[in-house]
């Protein structure tokens, strides 16, 4: 089958068409370049996304307990704070074994 250039356009543009409705199913969503930070709106470049939550943040609220995660428990349960406690004082982070 011979494609000119303008059919050949529109095949490409149905299957970019078709690649991004079934990459809402089956694909993961890329990564924004540019996002507002969740907790205090600020635009950030690469902006960090909270595993527990799913919301993308600044690096000062990068954290779960810097933007008041809704799933704060599943981070403390991680094993990487295994046999840790972790608390906040005057808006540190402090972690004790």
Do not use: D, Q
Request: charge should be positive; hydrophobic fraction near 30%.
């Amino acid at each position: 089958m011979f494609l000119t250039k303008k059919s050949n356009n529109r095949f490409v543009g149905i299957l970019s068409t078709i690649g991004s409705f079934f990459s809402k199913f089956f694909g993961k969503r890329k990564p924004p370049v540019y996002e507002n930070c969740f907790f205090c709106r600020e635009r950030v470049y690469l902006p960090f996304h909270c595993e527990y939550c799913g919301r993308y943040f600044c690096g000062k609220h990068r954290l779960p307990c810097e933007h008041n995660c809704k799933n704060i428990e599943g981070w403390k349960k991680t094993s990487g704070s295994e046999g840790a406690t972790v608390e906040i004082r005057a808006g540190n982070l402090i972690v004790r074994k």
